[in-house]
């Protein structure tokens, strides 16, 4: 099944994902990404569906067409103080508003916004199934915060943030019981863990 190019035709649209809304550690991570209307692609598709090369494929071929893209993170301080639902929607506005090309409609992906821009926006679930740019976000929100928790790894190498991507896989859950938990965990989501 290919991916349609736009919802609206006639707007400059962009497309917005997160990446890590539910992981324990790690920041979220949101990209936007305006696609060219034209712009046809064998290679994106939901970040979910496609390996780590073929995400690295990918984001080359985004980064080479793309109109404009931009990719934004919020820490694990602020997700703690103002919660993961606030915290994602920051990081998605955050990287509209970084766009160098405003656009005049976003494709959001999932069933809520908050919007902090009069941009007009349209959610839809299970959008990057569905729209290339949400798709293109998808890989870029993905692939960034990929490698900033393979670098995180690299400082507590136990946890085995390089495989698991801070989320809460059954050795990463038995090593914060075990060691307890560092500065990038989720203090807010392991509640009833610790």
Not at 59 to 75: C, F, G, P, R, W
Not at 84 to 91: D, E, G, M, R, Y
Not at 121 to 145: F, M, N
Not at 160 to 170: A, Q
Request: aromatic fraction near 8%; charge should be negative; charged fraction near 30%.
């Amino acid at each position: 099944m290919s991916l349609e190019s736009y919802l609206e035709e006639n707007l400059i649209e962009a497309g917005v994902d997160e990446a890590g809304r539910g992981a324990l550690a790690g920041p979220v991570v949101a990209a936007a990404v305006i696609l060219p209307k034209d712009f046809k692609s064998n290679l994106i598709k939901d970040s979910k569906k496609l390996s780590e090369k073929g995400r690295a494929k990918a984001l080359k071929e985004i980064e080479e067409n793309a109109i404009s893209y931009n990719v934004e993170s919020i820490d694990i301080d602020d997700i703690d103080r103002f919660n993961i639902l606030n915290s994602t929607f920051s990081a998605m506005n955050k990287a509209i508003n970084g766009l160098s090309v405003k656009p005049e409609h976003i494709l959001v992906d999932g069933d809520s916004f908050c919007s902090t821009s009069e941009t007009p926006y349209t959610c839809v679930i299970k959008g990057d199934d569905k729209y290339l740019s949400i798709a293109a976000a998808s890989i870029v929100a993905k692939v960034y915060r990929d490698e900033i928790m393979k670098l995180l790894s690299e400082q507590h190498p136990s946890y085995k943030w390089d495989k698991n991507k801070g989320y809460g896989t059954k050795h990463h859950i038995d090593t914060i019981r075990e060691e307890g938990i560092t500065r990038y965990h989720r203090k807010t989501f392991l509640k009833n863990i610790l």
